[in-house]
């Protein structure tokens, strides 16, 4: 990956049991971006994913909207450190 990116996002609001992570997962395997998510004690979601830039720029912007049933209120991004063994992504 020549123009990798690598971030670590918070998103919050009605994010936990709506089918937030799972959707996650289709739509990071369709953008080909590799990493995971998870839910946290929270009630935010966590993601750390890494791909190509204009495969991430879509991936955030999706992350800002979710799916159908989700309110995204709040999406903190941060720079990430990608994991080299982790190839593909994962919900965790």
């Not at 919050?12 to 799972?22: A, T």
């Not at 992350?63 to 919900?91: M, Q, W, Y």
């Amino acid at each position: 990956m020549s123009d990798a990116i690598c971030r670590h996002l918070l998103i919050g609001g009605r994010v936990q049991g709506v089918g937030f992570r799972m959707n996650t997962l289709l739509q990071a395997n369709q953008l080909g971006v590799h990493g995971w998510v998870r839910n946290l004690p929270d009630d935010r979601v966590e993601v750390l994913a890494w791909g190509e830039r204009q495969a991430m720029d879509q991936f955030i912007e999706w992350c800002r909207r979710g799916p159908l049933h989700a309110r995204v209120d709040a999406v903190e991004i941060f720079d990430g450190t990608s994991d080299p063994k982790l190839n593909g992504f994962v919900v965790r």
